[in-house]
């Protein structure tokens, strides 16, 4: 029988193994063990690296319950750092007596961590806590508030006298000699003094005024640390008397002409005894020396500027000054409370304001200047010249850091729109300098003539009658489309911002009959009221008409005959992008692949926009340009001879069943292609499945195949239907195909180089969209339901979902499934027959009840719900689900979910 410890100790600095585990429990469960070994162990695993369940479980061994109380207290400490320890199970005796015992050390850890889940009797726990905060050492006393603070937070109680009690012994603790009892005493107070005041409705008022006095009078205690916890304390503040947070700003004491309001059955003596505490408590904070204090004083005027209207306005010269201060944390701080305040619409800038507010434009943190930007987005400005210092400092932001174009662009777009009769007043001088900027190619581009702009386009959104604004200035607009996007990113797409810009860019009064050749006599309507217009003699000549037409077709920088329906502007961008596609593939074939990503990135990051739904042509051009890119990097990996291995397989299978979705949804979701482009569409989706066929690995070499011969086919009639001629790739797998099927009939003696030979012949050609094609969506709504608002239902039974549809272009042969899930991956589909929903026509709007039979044995599940079409075009592998569709889906909307609650639930 051992009577040592182990011969080879286990290193405490490294992770136990467990051959040492298993070592130390044949030691624990050895009844003949010595006290010696058996605290060797206990120290040996309390100090273990990285302990796991069978470390926990070792410490929980009953051979360890009876050493002395440090190293338990020890135990228990490491046993509470673990991530899955469970509450610990201490019945009253063992508590107590670890409590009591000669360890301070554990004494104090005990007291701490009481509110940890102790399986102690409320009444017990709450005697011994209270009792200790009269120890003689401060640590203890400390602690013993901490463990309050922390049965505060366990659960709700119900005896307003206990509650009382531990707030009042944490109010006599305030003016404890020493700084951790301190600390620890404005916690209790908060957290015990907030419950006071929150348990009785009548007296609310009352103890949040205490509360508030008592934690200002920690507002000038000797400790820093104490000071920022008192500040704390106050931005969890819910209820306080405008007379205190009034008083909290002045050095003075002030009258007490209505403390009977403020303090309900309080006398004259104590309230001025609670004025003299709170007197100046908030300027000595915002004046402290230390960093720390002065945000934490920041940050509870975040909170109590929320309770007084009048507390804010007084409060705003203060927090100006900390505008200037030397800490970017204080800085940010205030102005993140500044921005609350304009949330509540209680920030009432003046004009003596403006210079140092404005002044964190200018900032050197970047934090700090976002702030303020974010304040200015918001914020109602009062007047005329604060309007035009705002612009000019936001122009110089723009000026001295470009790379916050993109935020100082929205807050333009924010301050026109919110400052609409602002704009008309300055309309003039702003359309003199953007004119000469354009007529003169001076700075055409610049961040300033786009602010400009933003600014003046963005008066009219939402209003049209406020402001009439030149309608060169949207065409002007119109060309720097790409860059301005982003400042009306928050309330529209880019599409939407298009349409817009170039319906106002041609007024139905600028017409070639109203030009005259000789002196021009054109009106230029500009602003109601006062507002001069533009030209001197109130006309505008035939020079500038003719401008004003060239502008107006010269949309996007590039010159291409424009349709004369309404869309014609959306379509010619978007043959303009598309243009570019085949000089990128060139790029792609000579081994430039980054660079052609690059392109097609920025080309995707101009088509950013919210809804594909808003317009058909913009809708297929982004998913056509995403099919693009996922060709370059399939090609990649496969085609220039940088090996098939130079980039992982499983990222490669990744990328090969993305664009296998990504073309099924373009032959789809997508009809009206004239045959040109439905021929230039299936080539590309014969070079993805030949792509797949290149890869050694491609599991399903078969079905791969199939689909391959059933595009081919396709194909292959559409040119000879045109009498056209097919292209050297299409010509090199018509021999590839035809050799394949004469020797089997899977494809399965193709080989890769095959393929890959074939692929060498591929070259993209130019896409013209005709702008015929129409996007088949849908629209799905579920009313009246959300987490908070569940649905009922029995648990076996079915359920009803009340599905408002709308379906846009879908065709008659369409065929639509709604799709239900759960996160089980049980699955049930709903056939929506078409020639049974009421409504016709390109939109066809129905309420449909759907009917879900599985409901699982829960208290409550959440099920999705989604719109999705069957891929019809390939017409190979039928996935033959019972009672489902045959052929894979497409989703034709976004995925909603549908909450359901047990109506049997307790």
Not at 157 to 174: A, E, H, K, P, T
Not at 250 to 272: C, I, P, R, W, Y
Not at 547 to 554: G, N, R
Not at 689 to 704: H, P, S
Request: aromatic share 8%; glycine share 4%.
């Amino acid at each position: 029988m051992a009577d040592d410890t182990p011969e080879h100790e286990p290193d405490s600095s490294q992770p136990l193994t467990l051959h040492n585990l298993s070592s130390i429990r044949s030691l624990l469960i050895n009844p003949s063990t010595p006290n010696t070994t058996l605290s060797q162990i206990l120290k040996t695993l309390t100090n273990s690296q990285n302990p796991s369940h069978h470390t926990l479980t070792l410490l929980s061994h009953p051979s360890l319950s009876h050493l002395q109380t440090t190293t338990t207290v020890d135990s228990l400490a490491s046993i509470s750092q673990l991530p899955s320890s469970k509450p610990f199970v201490l019945d009253d005796e063992r508590f107590v007596s670890l409590c009591f015992g000669p360890s301070i050390s554990g004494r104090v850890w005990m007291l701490r961590n009481a509110g940890l889940g102790f399986n102690v009797r409320p009444a017990l726990l709450f005697t011994v806590l209270l009792g200790f905060t009269n120890d003689p050492y401060p640590n203890v006393r400390a602690a013993s508030l901490e463990g309050l603070v922390r049965l505060s937070e366990c659960g709700e109680f119900n005896d307003v006298s206990m509650i009382n009690g531990c707030y009042q012994r944490g109010v006599q603790l305030l003016n404890d000699m020493e700084d951790d009892v301190r600390l620890a005493a404005v916690r209790v107070v908060t957290s015990w003094g907030l419950m006071l005041s929150a348990f009785n409705a009548d007296m609310k008022a009352y103890w949040g005024n205490d509360v508030f006095a008592k934690l200002c009078s920690m507002a000038r205690d000797m400790s820093m640390k104490v000071r920022v916890e008192a500040f704390n304390g106050l931005a969890k503040m819910e209820i306080v008397s405008k007379d205190f947070l009034l008083q909290s700003l002045s050095k003075k004491v002030l009258g007490n002409g209505k403390q009977k309001e403020t303090l309900d059955q309080s006398t004259s003596e104590q309230f001025a005894k609670l004025a003299s505490n709170v007197a100046g408590a908030l300027v000595h904070g915002l004046e402290d020396e230390f960093f720390e204090v002065r945000k934490s004083a920041c940050q509870s005027l975040h909170r109590l500027t929320i309770l007084s209207v009048e507390f804010a306005r007084e409060t705003l010269d203060l927090l100006m000054d900390m505008l200037n201060d030397d800490s970017m944390v204080v800085r940010l701080q205030t102005l993140e409370t500044m921005h609350r305040m304009a949330i509540n619409s209680c920030l009432k800038l003046q004009e003596k304001h403006l210079h140092m507010f404005l002044g964190a434009l200018l900032d050197n943190s970047r934090e700090v200047r976002c702030a303020e930007r974010k304040i200015l987005k918001i914020v109602k400005l009062n007047n005329l010249a604060m309007f035009k210092s705002s612009i000019d400092r936001l122009l110089e932001n723009l000026d001295r850091y470009a790379q916050d174009e993109a935020d100082v662009f929205s807050v333009c777009s924010n301050l026109g729109r919110n400052h609409k009769k602002f704009v008309c007043s300055i309309i003039k001088e702003t359309f003199e300098e953007v004119e000469a900027s354009f007529d003169g190619n001076v700075e055409f581009k610049s961040g300033r003539i786009a602010a400009l702009l933003i600014i003046s386009i963005s008066a009219p959104l939402f209003n049209e009658d406020v402001c009439s604004i030149p309608p060169v200035m949207f065409s002007y607009a119109v060309t720097l489309l790409g860059r301005i996007y982003c400042a009306f990113s928050d309330i529209m797409d880019r599409d939407a911002l298009l349409a817009y810009l170039c319906e106002k860019s041609r007024p139905p009064s600028y017409s070639t009959s109203n030009i005259n050749h000789g002196e021009g006599d054109q009106q230029l309507p500009l602003i109601e009221g006062d507002t001069p217009n533009c030209a001197s003699n109130g006309v505008i000549d035939s020079t500038i008409a003719s401008e004003i037409m060239k502008e107006q077709k010269e949309v996007a920088n590039y010159q291409v005959e424009q349709h004369q329906s309404e869309d014609s502007e959306v379509t010619t961008v978007v043959n303009y992008i598309l243009a570019k596609f085949p000089d990128m593939w060139q790029m792609t074939e000579t081994g430039l692949t980054n660079e052609v990503l690059r392109c097609l990135k920025d080309e995707l990051a101009t088509l950013k926009f919210d809804s594909l739904g808003s317009d058909d042509a913009l809708a297929f051009t982004l998913l056509y340009l995403r099919i693009i890119k996922l060709l370059v990097e399939v090609w990649e990996h496969l085609s220039l001879g940088k090996g098939s291995y130079s980039h992982g397989m499983g990222e490669l299978e990744f990328k090969l069943r993305k664009l296998d979705r990504r073309v099924k949804e373009l032959m789809s979701k997508f009809v009206g292609f004239s045959a040109e482009e439905e021929l230039n569409i299936l080539e590309i989706i014969l070079v993805t499945y030949a792509l797949r066929l290149c890869k050694v690995e491609t599991i399903c070499v078969n079905l791969a195949f199939k689909r391959l011969t059933s595009i081919y086919s396709c194909v292959e009639s559409i040119l000879k239907e045109r009498s056209d001629s097919p292209t050297n790739f299409v010509v090199e797998l018509r021999k590839l195909l035809h050799e394949c099927q004469t020797t089997s009939i899977n494809g399965a003696s193709c080989s890769p180089l095959q393929f890959d030979r074939c692929l060498k012949l591929f070259s993209l050609k130019k896409f013209v969209f005709h702008g015929t094609i129409r996007q088949l969506k849908a629209e799905l709504r579920i009313s009246n339901n959300d987490s908070l608002h569940p649905f009922p239902f029995v648990s076996g039974l079915p359920v009803s979902i009340p599905c408002e549809i709308t379906l846009h272009n879908i065709i008659s042969k369409c065929k639509l499934w709604l799709r239900m899930s759960l996160d089980d991956g049980l699955v049930q589909y709903i056939f929506l027959d078409l020639d049974h929903l009421v409504g016709s026509g390109d939109v066809r709007n129905f309420v449909f009840a759907a009917p879900f039979y599985r409901t699982p044995k829960a208290n409550s599940f959440t099920l999705k719900v989604c719109i999705s079409l069957e891929c019809l075009f390939e017409n190979v592998c039928p996935v033959q689900r019972y009672g489902g569709p045959k052929y894979e889906l497409v989703s034709l909307c976004k995925e909603k979910q549908v909450y359901f609650s047990d109506v049997n639930k307790d």
